[in-house]
Structure formats: C-alpha cells, structure tokens
C-alpha cells in the first residue's frame, strides 16, 4: 500500500495547525516526522489514521480516496508516548486482544503472538500482567501489540520519550530490525534528530504545521533545503551567522573576512545566512579557514568530546571538539571554520550552498 | 554552602529487610562544597532515594548525613535548608513570575530590597526579565521551568540545590540552552548542586564529578572523562557513551587476550589473574577500528549513519560490537571486513570489575 | 471525494429525544400555555396575555410583592447555605486522611447523609428539634433558651440552614476532597522546601487547584437549594407565617392551594429561567476558565 497525503491542511479554532502537507509514504518503509513540541507531528498523525478529519485536501491509500473514512475502516495501529496497555490481562492477552476483536481461529492467534512476542523479546513475560514489567518490556507489549494486527499504517508517537536513555539506546537499534519484518508503512513521531538518523529510512522535517522537507534521513541531513529544516535536523543546534558576500569576499558579522572560494565565490554579491554544524568548528586553524573571535561561555565534557559554548558579539555558537577542554568562561577563544562545510541560505532561508562535505564525497566514492 | 557527607547511609523501605532487598547499599562519601554532582543510573537504581534522603523527604533506615558536620539525618525538609527542583514544573499558577521567584525569600522575611536585587539577578541569569510581571499561568512548560529553576536558585545561602530530572519536559533545542545556562549559574553562585538523571549527556556535560549508580550501590564516581576512559566497572562502560563499551569474553595469558579463536595483544602482560574469575576485555567504538590492514576478521550487519559519524555493528567471534566509522572516512561495505584494536585502549575486567595497573 | 462520515449513532439518540418530549417539552408547553391565561376552576380558560408577567414583575401588586418576597427568601437561603457549606466543605476536606483505612472509614461517613432521602432528612430534623420531644429541641429548652421553630422565624430558618448544612456538606467536602488528591506532591514538597506557611500553601496551591472543583460544587449547590422544597416543607411548611416561604413552596401554595393556575405558570417560568441564566454564567466562567489553563501540547502557536 501507499498512502498518499495531497495538500492536506487542518484548522481548529483559527488555528493552522497543518498547512499544505503533500506527502507519499510507501509499504514496507520508516517514515520520522522530526520537530519540536507543536510542529504539527502529532496532528498530522491523527489526520492519517482517521481520527480527525482534514480541513481541506485529499487522502489516497493506493490511489483510492480514503479521505473522510472513519479510523475503523481503516486498517491502523498506534503507539503512545504513554505505555498503554490493558492492566488486567497478561502480556499474551494483550497482545492478542486485536486479534480475538477480529475473531481470528485460536491457532492461528497463538502462532502470530507468539511470533510478535519473539520479535519484541517478550517471549519470557507472556504469562505477567503489563504492570509487573518495566517500562520498557511495557512499551514493548504495546508495540507488539500494534504489530501483531498486520496493519497497513502502524502510527509511534514519541514512543521512546518515556523511556530511561539506555532503554531509548536498545530499543532504536532493534527497532528498524522489528520494522524491517513487518510489511506496513511505519511513522514515527521524534524530537530528536539522532531518532531520525538512528532508525534510518525517511524524514520528514516539520515546523509550524508545515512540511520542510521530506527524503531519506542521510540526505535531509546532509543536503537540507532551508534553513529551517537545517536547524530541525540538528542536534546541538545549526550555528548561524549573517553574512555580507562583497567583492569576492565573505564578511562576517565581528568583520572577519575571508576568500569566497569554490562554490562560494559564484554566489552574487549581497547578505547571506551561513550555517555550520557543531561539529564542523575547530580549534586548529587550517589553510583558508575562517576564523572567528570571541569569549568561551561555558564548557561541557561528554567523556570523549567537548562541547565548548561560545559568544561573538551577537552570535551564540556551539562547537563539538574532540578530547577533553576545560576553558575557563570568560577567556578568549578562536574558532575556525573550513569554508568547504559552510551551509549558504539566502535571506529567505532557502539553501544556496550545500557543503561539498568530505562525507558526500565519501558517499559517492562508497557507490563506486 | 555546605560540604555533604554520607556516613555508612543505607536505606530499605521495609523493615527486617535483607541486604540485598537494600534500595540503596551502605555508602560512605563525601560531597565538597560548591561541586557539580550528578548522579546517574537507570530507573530502580536508587538515585531518586538518595536523592530524597539528602532533601529528607526519606528517612534512612542506617546512617548519617551531615551537613558541614551537623547532623541533619533526623530534620525535616524545610529546616535543612536546601532547595530542590523537580521533574515537571513547579510554579505557584496564580502569582507573576516575579512573585514566584520572591516566595522563598519572603517566607525566610527578607526586607523588600533584598528580595527585589536578587530575584532582578536570578532573573536575569535566566532571561525571565521581560516576563516577571507576567502570571506564570499562561507560560509554555520550558518558561515554566526555567521559573522552577529561578526558585530553586533564588536563595543565596542555601546547603546545596537538588535537581530531580529537571529537563525531562524540554525540548532538545532548549536542554541545550538550559544545560548551559545551569553551568553558568554554577559558575556563578558558588553553590553546591546534585543532579539526578538518567540521561548520561545531561550527567556529563553538567557536573564535575558523576556518580553513576547502579543496583542500589555506588560503582563508581569521577570526573567525566575519567568515567569514560577508565571505567571502573562494566556498567559503567556500558551505562556511559553512547553506543556504550563493547565488552567480550575472554582468556588473558600474559600480554595476550584469546576471544574465541582470535588472540588480541594487549598493551601489557597481566600476570596474577585470580583463577576462576569471570574475565571479559572492554574497547570503546572508536577504539575498534575498520581497515583493510586489520589483523582480525569480522562479518559486518549493519551500517548506522548518525550524519556526524557512522558505526558499523560487526559480529567478532560471536560477539556483536560496535566500531566507530569517522565523518569523511567511506562507509563500509561488506559483509566479510577487517578491524584492528588499539591494544592501548584494551581494559581487562576480572569479574565485571576493571583490573587495574600492577 | 467521499465525506461517510457515520451518522447512524444519531438513531440510537432518538429513544432519548422521544422521552425527554413527553416527559419535558410537553408539559413545559402546558406551562407556557397557563402562563398567559386565566382560568376560573371548571376548566374554562380566558386569554391574559402577558398579563401575569407584568403583575409579577411589578413588586407594588400583590403578586409581584409575594414573588419578589419569596425570590429573596430563596435566595438568602442559598447564599447562606453557600457561605457555611464551601468553607467547611474545604476546611473538611484539608482535615481528611489522605490514605488507609481511615480514609475508608472517613469516605464511609462523609457519604452516608448524601443517602438519606430528602424527606427522611426533613423529618428527622422535625422530630430533632421539636421542644417537647426532640433530643436538640428539649436539651437547647432545658439549658434555658425558649427555643420553637414552629414559633419562631429566626429558629425556623436557622434549622432549615442546619439541616441542609448536616446534609449537604459532604458532597462539598467529597469534591475538594478529590480536587486536592490530584495536586501531585511534588508542590507540597516544592511549598516546605520554599519555607511556605500552611496558610501560604493552602492560598497558594491549594484554592487555586480546586477552583474548578469548588466551581462546580457551588452551581451544584446553588442550584439544588434555589429549588429545594421537601424539606421545608415538611419541617416548616413555609411558617411561621410567610418567614421561610421560599420560591418553591410559593409556588405551590398557589397552584395547588389557591388553584392560580396562571399566576404558577408565570412565576414557574420566571424561576427557571433565573436558575437557566446562573447555570449559564457558572458554564461560561468554567470553559472560559478552562481555555486558558489547559495546555495543549503539539498545538503550533
């Protein structure tokens, strides 16, 4: 099945809540809706599984319009943020409750609870009620629970977000594998970019009831289309400056310049937005780097990295170094930024320049 | 401002318990004045009852805390003189932010002027400025928060300040402007904070010192990169990075470990192993590395690309492990690869615990 | 584009709709029918227009002067009930063990005037306070205090105030109690940490919480005592003299002692509109209340 969703929008109380979303999701793929609190992932996900009605636009499940068809006709699942189970019965009960509805033969619900349960690694807590289990194994219940229907659209809002950060850990490394056995077309809503990145397939990144941009995760990473999208899709934020492009030459707010080379230099001369992830500024300054001045606000040590905050007049960065710094707040520091891992965005947020990153160049060398 | 030690503390939540039925195991411990702690563990392991002990909102069942050397094990909350933020937001609907962020003062009868320079500070640490005047109603849960904080902070002579989970409810955009902000406000104060998460990035770039917790014991603490290269036990490096230690059984002879039939050298020769012991060898991801010269063979299953990095999920020996691929280095494509091992960077752990050098 | 939206669930509606028109439109239309016409016994009706409501909106007739009369009975009657009932219904709950058996034992208790029927409650406030006979009535008569609330009007209202308070505080007291349960601790513990007073706590946590509750407690209430009638009638009958004649039992010493059928319907219709326009206010402040306090999470601004 495809499930094709065609300018669909939706108003509550004045409220755009959506807006314009056109968007095809395919059997058998993982589709992330990424963005923070209140950029429309959760609304949207109820407007695909029927249980509030779209304002305006259309909906197609294998070119069929299945736009005003209530959530019971339709074949869907779902998964909250809350682990939600029915408390009285056993895991076994639980997860064949959908299948006893629909009144499938005794057999034939053993072997397919069985076959979840197994997926899920609840093989061992079948005979327990929810509530003696972790809130993992729960969350586990009420996911199998949503894969045993065979549903062709199977909805996960947030469903790690409850869970303690290692569970989160574990259960993104065996999802993909539990989606991978399951032919339906899977969404799920996440905050969180490395969510998006660690259960691979597509990504749609959304912001104020808008759709930013829709591809596979590694791409909408890499090549992110807008500014907004960018800073959806990273985790510590995009750092962003505005830039002047004059007579060849780069202009940075503190004054710093530098030489617009390679693709920067067939950009017209006027004001730019320019982006750089964290990970991208240097403590080391390298040939044709660009430098930039300013004071250390805080540092923060993860084991093997630093996070290092800074401020340079108005900008408030963030760099990702490698090894362990502890810069005392308040001293000077000078970053450097390779000119080639600079995003461009022109001052409407549209990307301009996409770093010719060593990873893309990788990538194709990867495919050759 | 206080220096908080924990004598022999221990706690049950029932009587005639068995030690090992123990919420938390006896420990002893000091917390210096003015540090940044953060106690980290999964759920159950006990953080939240110590936690709750040093508020003393829980009584423990054995042992002492003392604040600045005064017993404090018998007193009830409001007379230890602490102050705590929790999980979801806290804030009293009805006042502005302004009055929020005063109550405590005004309960401990500080005169007018006092209360105003200070909350103005606090504000300001945590930009509330433009909202003070505003009821803390109609703000969104971050704003609301962040006047958590503010109360949590407000007071200038408190013992220590305790944040339960306080960024659970935060965006990932925010926590980070929120996480620096708390660093800078322990910068700033001078005042002793516990941090209790579950979330080893939050633990990590919070606090000077982490207390990684497990099973109701202390395993181990230390400062964050001490935690990350040397962990003391394998819960720790497994609990901490992310994907955490790989971790292989193994035999060690001398300078040499075997894992199933592979031998790995090791930086040294660990000769008095106690027989019997369950050994197993521990490699952080970045440590393992993918090439085409590496001495030992493994199957590779899966690619993960996390944009900044990629890890390859290898099956070495029977053992699933994870390899660190760096931006700019090409994927790799497999399935029959090759790895080497940073024999420096091999620990050793005699069951479960690091062996440490001669 | 194919809009089934499921409209079958309206037929499961209409057994309602069918009752509620026989059991209410039908004779709320009787009483708009009354209410502008005269009758002389003998069924013979002649039309008055909107005559009956003038005269009893217009408190110089006889009419008016009776209505207005017994409106604000009435109403001091619910207002004085409400000023004793919410306190103490607040003061009660605050006082309630929070768990175990004795909150059992005290749920038990608390519920157990909310099951006595309206005019076993009327009755055993008759009996109770009767001089002669009643444990209150003789005791407050043997301290030396001439006590008679079949004689005197002051004594008449305080036992019909008593008698709803006894009966009715509990409900109050049952709803904060469960507004109060729903504050998680983490305030109570924030308020000791801050150093806040009991009073602090209860002003600033506490009533702002129950607000919704102590809401609806209140329209509860309001409405029930704005429409009580069994009661005083059975213990005071309206007496002595006119002092606790309140709205309903006006209204019904007129349709059914003096048989003004008219005068009843008009005034019927007066009453509910009044007790239609309060619950309309206390429904407008609840949801205009609630928009602004819920939190919508995943709503984009």
């Known amino acids: 099945m495809s499930l094709t969703l065609q300018d669909i929008s939706l108003t509550v109380d004045g409220q755009h809540h959506l807006r314009d979303i056109a968007l095809t999701l395919e059997r058998g793929t993982v589709n992330v809706l990424l963005g923070p609190t209140r950029s429309g992932k959760t609304s949207l996900m109820r407007v695909m599984a029927g249980l509030d009605p779209a304002t305006s636009g259309f909906m197609t499940a294998d070119g069929r319009d299945v736009t005003g068809l209530p959530v019971k006709k339709r074949s869907v699942a779902m998964v909250y943020q809350q682990f939600i189970n029915y408390p009285a019965l056993t895991v076994y009960e639980n997860i064949a409750s959908p299948l006893r509805v629909r009144g499938a033969p005794k057999a034939e619900i053993d072997r397919r609870v069985r076959a979840a349960a197994a997926l899920l690694k609840l093989d061992n807590q079948l005979e327990k009620t929810p509530l003696k289990l972790s809130g993992g194994q729960q969350q586990r219940c009420a996911i199998a629970r949503a894969v045993v229907r065979q549903a062709d659209l199977v909805l996960l809002d947030e469903p790690l977000a409850n869970l303690d950060y290692k569970l989160r850990e574990e259960l993104r490394e065996e999802l993909p594998r539990i989606f991978a056995e399951t032919n339906a077309i899977f969404v799920y809503a996440t905050t969180e970019p490395t969510e998006a990145l660690m259960l691979g397939g597509n990504t749609a990144c959304l912001s104020e009831g808008r759709l930013l941009q829709f591809g596979p995760a590694a791409q909408v990473y890499r090549r992110p289309t807008s500014l907004a999208a960018a800073r959806t899709f990273s985790d510590p934020p995009m750092n962003v400056a505005e830039v002047m492009k004059r007579s060849g030459r780069l202009v940075l707010p503190g004054g710093a310049a530098v030489a617009a080379d390679g693709a920067l230099a067939r950009l017209s001369d006027g004001p730019y937005q320019i982006g750089v992830r964290a990970h991208h500024l240097r403590l080391a300054p390298m040939a044709g780097s660009i430098s930039v001045t300013g004071t250390v606000d805080v540092t923060e040590i993860t084991g093997s990295e630093s996070y290092i905050h800074i401020h340079a007049d108005a900008l408030r960065w963030v760099a990702l170094v490698g090894g362990v710094h502890e810069l005392e707040p308040g001293s000077p520091i000078t970053i450097h930024i390779d000119p080639a891992q600079l995003f461009v965005f022109d001052t409407d947020g549209n990307v301009v320049v996409t770093p010719d990153s060593a990873a893309d160049g990788a990538l194709q060398r990867g495919r050759g | ?358 | 584009m194919i809009k089934s939206v499921d409209n079958r669930a309206w037929f499961l509606v209409l057994p309602v709709f069918a009752l509620v028109a026989f059991n209410a439109i039908v004779p709320l239309m009787t009483v708009v029918n009354y209410s502008f016409q005269d009758s002389f016994g003998n069924n013979q009706f002649f039309w008055n227009g909107l005559g009956w409501y003038q005269e009893l909106l217009d408190p110089s007739s006889e009419l008016g002067g009776r209505f207005f009369a017994a409106l604000g009975r009435s109403a001091a009657f619910s207002l004085g009930i409400l000023a004793i009932e919410v306190p103490l219904g607040i003061l009660v709950a605050l006082c309630m063990p929070r768990d175990g058996a004795q909150l059992a034992i005290g749920l038990v208790i608390m519920a157990l005037p909310l099951l006595v029927p309206w005019n076993v409650v009327g009755t055993i406030w008759l009996l109770y306070t009767r001089p002669d006979i009643g444990l209150f009535g003789w005791l407050i008569n043997a301290v030396g205090i001439d006590f008679n609330a079949t004689k005197n009007a002051a004594q008449a209202w305080f036992v019909l105030i008593a008698m709803d308070v006894w009966h009715w505080t509990s409900l109050v007291a049952l709803l904060c109690f469960a507004g109060l349960k729903s504050i998680p601790d983490a305030y109570y513990q924030a308020a000791r940490i801050d150093g806040a007073s009991r009073l602090a706590i209860f002003r600033y946590i506490e009533l702002p919480k129950l607000g919704r509750v102590l809401m609806i407690g209140v329209l509860l209430r309001f409405m029930d005592s704005f429409m009580i009638y069994t009661e005083p009638f059975v213990v005071t009958g309206g007496g002595p003299g006119n002092s606790t004649t309140v709205l309903s039992i006006d209204l019904v010493k007129i349709a059914l002692g003096q048989f003004d059928l008219g005068k009843a319907a008009a005034m019927s219709i007066v009453y509910t509109l009044i007790v239609l326009t309060v619950c309309w206010v206390f429904y407008t402040v609840l949801v205009t209340r609630d928009s602004q306090t819920v939190e919508r999470p995943e709503v984009p601004s």
């Open chain 2, 1 to 358: 401002m206080a220096q908080i030690e924990l004598v022999d503390l221990a706690h049950a939540y029932w009587t005639h318990a068995e030690p090992a039925d123990y919420a938390l195991k006896p420990m002893t411990t000091t917390w210096r004045q003015g540090g940044a702690y953060a106690l980290l563990g999964p759920s159950g392991c006990g953080k939240t009852t110590l936690l709750n002990i040093i508020s003393g909102l829980v009584t423990p069942s054995r042992g002492k805390v003392l604040f600045d050397g005064v017993d404090v094990t018998g007193l009830p909350t409001e007379r230890r003189n602490i102050a705590q933020v929790f999980q979801f937001p806290v804030v009293y609907d009805t006042m502005t932010v302004f009055d929020n962020l005063a109550f405590p003062l005004r309960n401990r009868g500080l005169d007018r002027r006092a209360v105003e320079a200070r909350v103005r500070e606090i504000a300001g640490l945590l930009d509330l400025t433009p909202d003070l005047s505003r009821r803390a109603r109609g703000l969104g849960a971050d704003a609301k928060q962040k006047i958590s904080l503010g109360r949590g902070l407000v007071r200038p002579d408190v013992a220590a300040v305790l944040f339960d989970e306080p960024l659970t409810v935060i965006d990932p955009a925010l926590k980070w402007e929120l996480r620096s902000k708390l660093k800078a406000l322990h910068r700033a104060l001078d005042v002793t904070m516990i941090y209790v998460t579950h979330d080893q990035t939050e633990a990590l770039t919070f606090a000077d010192t982490v207390v990684v917790m497990h099973d109701g014991g202390i395993v181990q603490s230390g400062r964050p990169d001490e935690l990350y290269d040397r962990p003391r036990h394998t819960f720790v490096g497994h609990f901490i990075g992310s994907p955490g230690m790989n971790f292989m059984p193994a035999q060690v002879m001398a300078a040499q470990a075997q894992v199933g039939e592979a031998m790995i050298p090791l930086a040294r020769s660990y000769p008095a192993l106690s027989a019997g012991a369950k050994l197993a060898i521990g490699i952080r991801p970045e440590h393992l590395r993918l090439s085409a010269h590496g001495e030992h063979r493994a199957r590779l299953e899966r690619v993960e690309d996390l944009g900044r990095v990629r890890y390859a999920r290898l099956n070495f020996e029977g053992h699933r492990l994870a390899a660190l691929v760096p931006e700019g280095e090409p994927p790799p494509s497999g399935p029959d690869i090759r790895i080497a091992f940073d024999p420096a960077r091999i620990h050793v752990y005699a069951d479960n615990l690091l062996v440490g050098e001669p």
